[in-house]
Structures are given as C-alpha cells and as structure tokens.
C-alpha cells in the first residue's frame, strides 16, 4: 500500500508560479510511475503529466512549456514545477503512483494509489 500526501497548492495570479510536491510513503519499491491529474469545479479530472522510474516523462498538451515535473532517485517525492499560471490551471491537482509506466496514463484505471489533493487557484 502507497499513501501519497501533497502539498504547496495556494492563490496566485495570472503569470505567477507555483511549485506541488507529493510525499509518498508506504510500499514505494511497488512504484513505477507516479503522475499529477487535476480536476476543475464541475469537470472531470484530466491528466497533467506523469514520470517513470528513470526519469522518462510526458505531459498534457495543455501544460508543455509551462510544467514540469520531476522526482527524487528514491520514487519518495514528486514534484510539479508551474510557470506562466493561467486561470483554466485552477484546480484541485492529485498525485498518482502506478506499478508501471503506461501509454495509457491517462486513464484513471492505470493508478494504483491517490493523495487527496491540493488546490490551485489562478486568479486575472
């Protein structure tokens, strides 16, 4: 079992930028990818970007440029870097693990463990 805490949400403005961690704990020899969704008040949760264990990354369309993300050796901290911050960035962002690195990551069936969020708001 992997429990995942994040953390570093906050109000920015238009441009700002921001940095979430996400702290995992628990079995983490079981995880070979971890990745960030974020979910707006009224739609359904997309993803944002996702790590393998050696470092191969992919990200949205819509955040290529402007995050990135990251994680230490030990698959114990991921982290999402956020720049140039726009009002559509507002939303809950959930951390994800998974047992492996999928084409597939952005379906939701493709993570095995879920923090309970952090809010991002970006305001004009």
């Known amino acids: 079992q992997v429990q995942l805490v994040e953390s570093g949400g906050g109000s920015v403005q238009t441009g700002g930028s921001l940095r979430l961690s996400c702290a995992a704990s628990g079995y983490t020899g079981s995880i070979n990818a971890m990745g960030w969704f974020r979910q707006a008040k009224g739609k359904e949760r997309e993803g944002v970007g996702q790590i393998s264990g050696d470092g191969h990354s992919t990200l949205a369309d819509s955040v290529k440029g402007r995050f990135t993300i990251s994680k230490d050796a030990t698959n114990s901290i991921l982290y999402l870097e956020m720049i140039d911050l726009k009002p559509e960035d507002t939303a809950m962002y959930f951390c994800?693990?998974?047992?492996?690195?999928?084409?597939?990551?952005?379906?939701?069936?493709?993570?095995?463990?879920w923090g309970q969020g952090t809010q991002v708001t970006v305001s004009v």
């Open positions: 994800a693990a998974g047992r492996k690195f999928s084409s597939d990551w952005l379906s939701e069936q493709e993570w095995n463990s």
